[in-house]
Each structure stands twice: as structure tokens, then as C-alpha cells.
């Protein structure tokens, strides 16, 4: 069985930028991947590299789009939507305080739950995103390019969920798993609600709806081994790959790849902590400086961890052959001995 490499891109928002360097150094030492698993900003950047023809033109489109996101900040603050979350959270403590409060409250839910379980308003526009990406993701070439998954949460509700990730980073409760979708195997139209349920971080983005169900923002789940967050368990499981080169954006993941014994994988972990101001402001953090600065980790990080790993897959490739080769021999002179006798 030939070789079949597959990359994981990781979530992290803005620290995304990573992994342009990541396939800056793909693309230099010309190696392919044959399948891509993202989740966040991992599957935004994850549609663009499966939906290019080679690495080279992955990382010159990926390059171009975050310069795109440096000079023209992509978080748009949705005014209307800030203030119904005001009203909501006023309204809700009014509801705590007196009877009428309460009824107020009750009806407003009854008549206008957007989502079933709490307002579900986003507080940032979406569309100047989903136009971004549009410009470098050509759909038609995305149903024909590399197999793409992506990490998605079912959602309980914008607040549910960040108390959910809140008793998971202390500690005192795990996440729900996060659900694995494979892109292509839905309509264009549909292809890119589905990326963009993986990128809807709580708050910041409304959830997308799939197959009659809520999803936001992959990294969500499972949070104590990143099991949403590292979605490799489909290229294994789905695609069969062999080797996989797994890119994280924090050197502190509780990931672990030795939870994954039958396949070779390649991590790339930043040598150097990428987070320097609070998480929140990393993840928001669009400025060139500080994107330039994580593409060049990326590269040179990318080139400490793989280094000449194509080398060797080959290496291990033809030496396969040789084996088969050479058992092919053997068969054929045991064969030989027995009808000589």
C-alpha cells in the first residue's frame, strides 16, 4: 500500500497565520499532501490548501489572503446585535428580580428564539469572511480537489457553550466530542456553511445549521485531549492515511500522538510560546506585524520538525518495493525448486 500523507491544521484564530509558513516550507521542499483536516481558522485556511492544485499554489493564495486580513481587519462589530445582547442580558436579570420581569422574559424567548435555547446573536459580521475566503476557494475546484474535513460543536447556545469551555479549561468538567464533516460530500452551496460552522467561534459568530442541526466552532470539543481542535481521527479513519503532519498553534496542546500508534505523525509545535498577550487578544490580533512575524515561525518551525521527512517517506516507499520485490523473488525460485523436483 502506497504512502498517503495528510495534514491537520489546528484552530487559534488570528495565530492561523502559522500555518502559512507551515506551507511555505511544504511548498520549498515540494512535498504534497493528499487530504486536509481543519478546525477554526484551521478549516478556512484547510479549504484553500484542499482546493489548490499543489502546495506552491496554496501557500501563494493563503499568503495573499492574510496579507488581504492584515491590511483590512476582518472583524466588522454588528451594532444591532451588541444591543440585543444587552437587552437580553438585562432582560434576564429582570427576570430574576420580579414576576413581570419574568413573564417578559418567557414570552420574548417563546416568540423570538432564534435557536431554540438561548439569542443566538453574533457580534460580528460574518460576510466580509465569507467574501475573503470566497475570492481564494474556488468551489467547483474544492469538489475536485483533496479530501477536506472539518471539527464542528454542536451547539447548546452561545452562553451554554463558553461555560462549557470554561469548566473544561479549569479542569472541572470535559466537553462533548466535536462531529467530523466531510466537506465534499455536500452540495457547493452547502460546502461553505459547513467550513464557516467550524470557524463560528461563540459570540463572535452565529452558528450554521447542518443537516438540520446547530453547529459552531469545532475547537470546542473534547477539550482535554483536543480531540476537536486536532481533528486527525478522520484522516486516519476515513482517508487511510499513513503519514500525517499535524500543525499546532500553541506548544502547550494536550494533544497527544501517541494516542495514535499505527500511524507516522510528523508535529510541528512552535519552539517558541506564539501566544505574547492574552489569549483573547491573539486570537483577534490582525495586525501585519504580528502576522508576518507568525508566518516566519511557521516556516522555520515547519522546517525544524519535518525537515527531510519527504526524504525518508520515500525512502520507506521504494524500500516497500524492494521488499515486495524481493518476496516476489523468493516465490518464484521456491516455485522453481518444486516442480525441479
Not at 466530542?177 to 452540495?187: C, G, I, L, P, Y
Not at 505574547?276 to 490580533?285: C, G, H, M
Request: charged share 20%.
Amino acid at each position: 500500500m502506497s504512502n498517503k500523507v495528510g495534514l491537520v491544521l489546528s484552530g487559534g484564530g488570528a495565530k492561523g497565520a502559522y500555518q502559512v509558513g507551515v506551507m511555505r516550507y511544504l511548498a520549498e521542499s515540494g512535498m504534497e499532501v493528499q487530504a486536509v483536516a481543519g478546525a477554526s481558522i484551521g478549516a478556512l485556511n484547510g479549504a484553500v490548501i484542499a482546493g489548490s492544485k499543489s502546495s506552491k499554489e496554496a501557500y501563494l493564495k493563503l499568503y495573499d489572503l492574510w496579507m488581504e486580513l492584515a491590511n483590512e481587519p476582518p472583524l466588522k462589530i454588528n451594532g444591532t446585535n451588541v444591543g440585543s445582547y444587552l437587552a437580553y442580558l438585562l432582560l434576564m436579570g429582570s427576570s430574576r428580580l420580579t414576576p413581570t420581569g419574568a413573564l417578559i422574559f418567557k414570552l420574548l424567548k417563546e416568540q423570538g428564539y432564534k435557536y431554540g435555547k438561548e439569542y443566538d446573536f453574533s457580534l460580528v459580521k460574518q460576510e466580509p469572511i465569507r467574501m475573503l475566503i470566497d475570492k481564494y476557494t474556488s468551489y467547483q475546484s474544492l469538489s475536485k480537489g483533496k479530501p477536506l474535513y472539518v471539527s464542528t460543536y454542536q451547539t447548546e447556545g452561545h452562553f451554554s457553550d463558553i461555560v462549557s469551555a470554561v469548566r473544561g479549561i479549569i479542569g472541572f468538567s470535559e466537553t462533548k466530542e466535536s462531529n467530523f464533516f466531510h466537506v465534499q460530500s455536500f452540495t457547493e452551496n452547502k460546502q461553505q456553511d459547513v467550513i464557516f460552522a467550524s470557524a463560528a467561534l461563540p459570540l463572535l459568530f452565529e452558528p450554521q445549521e447542518i443537516e438540520g442541526e446547530l453547529y459552531s466552532d469545532g475547537g470546542l470539543g473534547g477539550w482535554k485531549k483536543s480531540q476537536g481542535n486536532t481533528p486527525i481521527t478522520p484522516l486516519i479513519e476515513d482517508c487511510g492515511c499513513s503519514h500525517i503532519i499535524v500543525t499546532h498553534l500553541t506548544d502547550g496542546s494536550a494533544w497527544d500522538r501517541y494516542d495514535f500508534p499505527n500511524t507516522t505523525i510528523i508535529e510541528v509545535r512552535p519552539k517558541i510560546p506564539i501566544s505574547t498577550e492574552s489569549q483573547i487578544k491573539d486570537l483577534l490580533n490582525f495586525k501585519a506585524s504580528k502576522i508576518n512575524q507568525l508566518i516566519e515561525q511557521g516556516y522555520e518551525d515547519a522546517k525544524r520538525c519535518i525537515g527531510n521527512v519527504e526524504i525518508a517517506i520515500n525512502l520507506q516507499e521504494k524500500s516497500k518495493v524492494a521488499i515486495n520485490r524481493r518476496d516476489s523473488t523468493i516465490a518464484m525460485l521456491d516455485d522453481g525448486f518444486n516442480i525441479g523436483d
